[in-house]
């Protein structure tokens, strides 16, 4: 199975600085008293059962109807690719947030907004990545590259 993770390119350079995809709020609590904090959204939820967000579909379009963009950083810019994807190491989010008692009716917030959800997979772990990884540019995001002077 190939998933991908959809990012921006400031988080890109960050996530190969890094050399892993790390955990992020898994959204499985409700928000308390969500805020704004150096442009990200904190609660204090989110430090329970954090995961790694991924899709199976890579389709820019259908991202950006996943609320990836529209903040201050535009996450549907480039996907990064994670080939030979196992059940052992990713699970598919729907069954997970079941699994772990989500609130049916925050489930069902949450899906609301997010027509492409049976698409998603989440892993408890953060995923490493190395040099060799496999990076899919939005098409407008690879020609402004392209037609960069640094480039």
Request: charged share 25%.
């Amino acid at each position: 199975m190939t998933l991908y993770h959809y990012t921006s390119l400031y988080h890109l350079q960050k996530i190969l600085d890094t050399g892993y995809l790390k955990l992020t709020p898994s959204g499985l609590l409700k928000p308390v008293a969500p805020r704004i904090v150096n442009g990200n959204f904190v609660d204090e939820t989110d430090n329970y059962k954090p995961v790694v967000w991924l899709t199976d579909t890579l389709d820019f379009e259908t991202a950006n109807n996943n609320g990836l963009s529209g903040g201050i950083f535009d996450k549907t810019e480039v996907a990064i690719v994670i080939e030979n994807a196992t059940f052992k190491d990713f699970k598919y989010w729907v069954r997970w947030a079941k699994d772990n008692r989500m609130d049916k009716s925050w489930f069902k917030a949450l899906t609301s907004t997010a027509p492409n959800f049976q698409n998603w997979y989440i892993s408890e772990k953060p995923i490493p990545i190395n040099e060799s990884v496999k990076i899919i540019y939005r098409p407008d995001i690879l020609e402004k590259l392209n037609n960069s002077p640094l480039v």
